[in-house]
């Protein structure tokens, strides 16, 4: 009976870590909003410093209705999908050199990006 006791401890002290650490991890906005949202908003027609980054999975670079763009986005032969983007967001220079983005100079952490993506992808409104 005691050994029943003790892995049953073992077992819901396993869930309880693993729960744990489920609920500490960020949700995908507040990892855009950590990383983002200085300069971006992912709602329709809100161009801030940065443009909005509503639907931007299948949109053409440089083609937001409002913001004014660096010469070199507006000329990009890029529409955006979730490599190219997860590149650009890595690093910036590499997809576009002379971008607007400074001193944003990307995120390392491929984790980070993707939750940006799929944060990007859902469409929040």
């Known amino acids: 009976m005691q050994i029943i006791v003790i892995a049953a401890a073992f ?3 396993a869930a ?3 729960a744990a650490s489920a609920a500490e991890e960020p949700s995908g906005e507040q990892v855009f909003n ?3 949202r200085t300069c971006h908003t992912w709602k329709e ?3 801030r410093l940065g443009p ?3 639907g931007i999975i299948g949109r053409k670079a440089g083609s937001v209705e409002g913001y004014s763009y660096s010469p070199s986005m507006k000329d990009a032969k890029i529409v955006w999908d979730e490599g190219t983007l997860d590149k650009f967001i890595a ?3 590499s997809v576009v050199p002379n971008n607007n983005m400074k001193p944003f100079v990307g995120i390392s952490d491929a984790k980070v990006r993707s939750q940006i993506i799929e944060f990007l992808k859902s469409n929040p409104q």
């Open 91 to 93: 690093n910036p220079d």
């Open 45 to 47: 027609g809100d161009n």
């Open 34 to 36: 950590n990383h983002c």
């Open 52 to 54: 909005n980054l509503h």
């Open 11 to 13: 077992l819901l002290s």
């Open 16 to 18: 309880l870590s693993t």
